[in-house]
């Protein structure tokens, strides 16, 4: 099925100031139903950038940058929102949300079948190389993600509820006021599959407290 194209509209102070168009890096199928879209992750696909060196046991990131990744435009400060899903069926499978100035600049938060067999909140930042975190994990195979800016200062969140979020990364990214802000479907490792973003939302808003999200 061919991706409807999809327009966003971008809220400032429960105002509509903008409609964004959605754009695919790496175009994959995809099936939008109201504020439900699902995305297939082909087979092999990631974002990870960096050389891994060799181990005796476990499995080690590979780099690629061929995920895809559907995504907007936003200017200056912002909060996204989005519940996630999955079936969880092979390691390193995610749904995920993606910021980016470029491919050697961006950053991921995840909610992912980690290599220790658990569902779990993690987090990846590139700056030419990347570095790899797990946080939290979380009971189910539903979550909430979030990522606030604020001037060059970003925050992940994770919820269980949408309600009450809770911090897995700060950090800084050398970005323009102009990033590209979306949806990322991975499965590094396996087969692939459908994942699953519903309620997502974009607010031109800056938060007051970047660590607690609000």
């Known amino acids: ?63 690629l940058c061929n995920a895809p990744y559907y995504y907007t435009e936003v200017e200056g400060d912002f909060v996204l929102k989005v519940k996630v899903s999955h079936d969880f069926k092979e390691t390193y499978d995610s749904a995920s949300v993606m910021v980016m100035k470029d491919l050697s600049c961006w950053a991921k938060c995840c909610f992912e079948l980690t290599d220790f067999g658990t569902h779990a909140a993690v987090s990846v930042v590139t700056r030419g190389d990347s570095d790899d975190a797990n946080g939290c994990n979380l009971e189910g195979n539903t979550a909430w993600l979030q990522v606030c800016r604020v001037g060059n200062n970003f925050a992940f969140h994770y919820s269980l509820d949408g309600i009450n979020f809770y911090m897995m990364r700060y950090f800084h990214l050398p970005v323009a006021v102009t990033v590209k802000v979306g949806l990322l479907a991975q499965a590094p490792t396996g087969n692939g599959g459908r994942r699953v973003y519903e309620h997502l939302s974009i607010e031109k808003r800056t938060v007051k407290n970047i660590r607690a999200g609000k």
């Open 1 to 63: 099925m061919k991706t409807k194209q999809l327009y966003y509209i971008i809220r400032e102070n429960e105002r509509e100031v903008a409609e964004m168009i959605f754009k695919w890096l790496n175009e994959s199928t995809a099936a939008i139903d109201g504020d439900r879209i699902e995305i297939i992750a082909p087979a092999r696909t990631d974002f990870f950038c960096g050389s891994a060196d060799e181990c005796e046991e476990g499995i080690l990131p590979e780099s």
